[in-house]
C-alpha cells in the first residue's frame, strides 16, 4: 500500500489551515499500563489539549490496550476518540481507523515519556501525509542514527528536563522550538473521590494525618511482563543488581517512616506506582519495621491514578523512589520527596529543574537520617512547604501555557 496515498492537504495547504489553530489533533501517548506514571502521562496532555483548543477534535492513538486505565480515560474524556493500530514490518498503518485519523489530523503530537517510544508512529503519519508534528515532554537519553534524521523535522521539541536537551545540542539537533516543558503528569487534574474516601475511611487514614510510601527496586523487573525480550543472562543481572541494592535503599526510607510514627503518632500508607512493587512492599517496607511501627502501616493494591491522585492529595507527604508519584501528588497540591536511584535514568533532572533540589535524595549519597530529617522540616513548617509546592504548580502552568498554544500551532 503506498502511504502517501494518505495524504489529503499538502504541507502548504495543511500550515494555512493552522494558521488559527488545528482543528484536528492526533496524539500518541499511552505507552503501557502496569505503572501509573505511564499512565498519567495521557489525561495531563489530553487536559491541556481541551484547555487550549475547547472546540478542537483529539483522537488519541493509544499504545497500550488495558481496560482499566482506557475506561478511566473515556470516563473523563468523553470527546476524545481513541484508537489502537500497528504497523506492518516496512512502516504501514495496518488499521483503517489510524488511517482515517491520519487523513483527518491537522498535525501529529507524541506525548510525554521516557523517549520517543512512538518513533516508528511519527514516522509512519510523516511519511503518509507530509504534515507536521511535535514532540511533547520527553526524555531523550540518546539520539540514535533513526532519530537524527526524524528530529529536525519537529514543528516543536519539547523535553522533560534539561538533561534532554544537552543531548540533544551535543548530537547537533535543531529546530524551530526546542525547550524544556515538564512531564505532562504535572498537569494530571484526574480524581476518582468515591474510591479514595472508602478507602481512607475503611483504613482510619485521616487527612494530612498521614504519609505515602513507595518502593522500587533498581531495575524494574520487566522479564516478569515481557519474558521472551530477556536472556537468562540478562535476567540474572538484573536480580543480581537489585538483591544487592534493595536492602540497602529501603532501609533508609524506613528511618524516615519509623521518625513520622514515633513523632506524630500518625499511619504510613504503603503504596505502587507500578504493579510488580505490591509483591516487594512487605519485604523492604513492612515486615522490617519494628512491631509498634508496624500497626501503623497500610497497604494499598495497585491502582489508577485519578484515586492516587485522590488520596495523595489528602496525605501530609509522599515519599517515593519512583519518579511519577511524587509528580502526581505535587499536581495535587501535596509535599512529596523523590528518593532518586541512579538507575533511574536522566529523568530526574526535572527536579532540579523546577527548583526542588531539597526535596531530591540521591539515594547512595544519602542517609536515612537525611530524610527523617527533611521530613521533620515539613511537619515543623507545613505551611512553607505548601508555598512551594504552589510555586511550582504555578511555574510548571506558565511554561505549559506557552508549550500548548505551540503545540496547538500558534505562534
Request: with cysteine.
Amino acid at each position: 500500500m503506498n502511504r502517501r496515498s494518505f495524504l489529503t492537504l499538502p504541507g502548504a495547504a495543511a500550515a494555512s489551515r493552522l494558521a488559527s489553530g488545528p482543528r484536528t489533533l492526533l496524539v500518541v501517548s499511552g505507552w503501557q499500563d502496569i505503572n501509573i506514571g505511564d499512565i498519567a502521562h495521557t489525561p495531563g496532555l489530553l487536559y491541556l489539549l481541551q484547555r487550549r483548543l475547547p472546540r478542537a477534535k483529539i483522537v488519541l492513538w493509544k499504545r497500550s490496550r488495558g481496560s482499566e486505565a482506557e475506561a478511566m480515560l473515556q470516563r473523563n474524556f468523553p470527546a476524545v476518540r481513541i484508537i489502537h493500530g500497528d504497523m506492518d514490518a516496512d512502516g504501514n498503518v495496518r488499521e483503517e481507523e489510524v488511517r482515517q485519523a491520519f487523513r483527518e489530523a491537522d498535525r501529529m503530537i507524541h506525548g510525554s515519556g521516557p523517549g520517543v517510544v512512538g518513533e516508528a508512529h511519527l514516522r509512519a503519519f510523516v511519511q503518509s501525509t507530509g504534515k507536521p508534528f511535535g514532540i511533547f515532554g520527553v526524555t531523550i537519553p540518546q539520539v540514535t542514527p533513526s532519530l537524527k534524521t526524524l528530529l529536525p523535522k519537529a514543528d516543536f521539541l519539547f523535553t522533560r528536563e534539561t538533561a534532554s536537551l544537552k543531548v540533544l545540542a551535543e548530537a547537533g539537533i535543531q529546530g524551530p522550538d526546542i525547550r524544556f516543558v515538564p512531564d505532562a503528569t504535572f498537569s494530571l487534574h484526574l480524581k476518582d473521590e468515591a474510591k479514595a474516601a472508602a478507602f481512607l475511611k475503611a483504613n482510619g487514614l485521616e487527612n494530612k494525618k498521614f504519609i505515602c510510601a513507595v518502593p522500587r527496586l533498581r531495575k524494574t523487573p520487566y522479564y516478569k511482563v515481557r519474558p521472551q525480550s530477556y536472556t537468562a543472562e540478562q535476567i540474572r543481572e538484573i536480580d543480581d543488581l537489585n538483591q544487592s541494592k534493595k536492602e540497602q535503599d529501603h532501609s533508609k526510607l524506613r528511618e524516615a517512616l519509623i521518625a513520622w510514627v514515633r513523632t506524630t503518632g500518625h499511619k504510613v500508607l504503603v503504596c505502587p506506582e507500578m504493579t510488580y512493587e505490591t509483591e516487594i512492599m512487605d519485604e523492604l517496607l513492612i515486615q522490617p519495621l519494628p512491631p509498634d511501627i508496624r500497626t501503623r502501616v497500610v497497604k494499598h493494591d495497585y491502582w489508577m491514578p485519578d484515586e492516587a491522585s485522590s488520596v495523595y492529595e489528602r496525605a501530609f507527604a509522599v515519599l517515593s523512589f519512583e519518579c511519577h508519584s511524587p509528580i502526581i501528588a505535587l499536581a495535587a497540591g501535596t509535599p512529596a520527596f523523590y528518593l532518586r536511584q541512579p538507575e533511574d535514568s536522566i529523568k530526574g533532572q526535572m527536579y532540579y529543574d523546577l527548583d526542588l533540589a531539597d526535596w531530591v535524595f540521591e539515594i547512595e549519597q544519602t542517609g536515612g537520617s537525611q530524610i527523617a530529617g527533611r521530613l521533620q522540616g515539613l511537619i515543623a513548617d507545613y505551611s512553607s512547604a505548601r508555598k512551594k509546592v504552589e510555586a511550582v504548580r504555578h511555574r510548571t502552568a506558565g511554561i505549559y501555557q506557552e508549550a500548548t498554544a505551540r503545540a496547538a500551532g500558534k505562534p
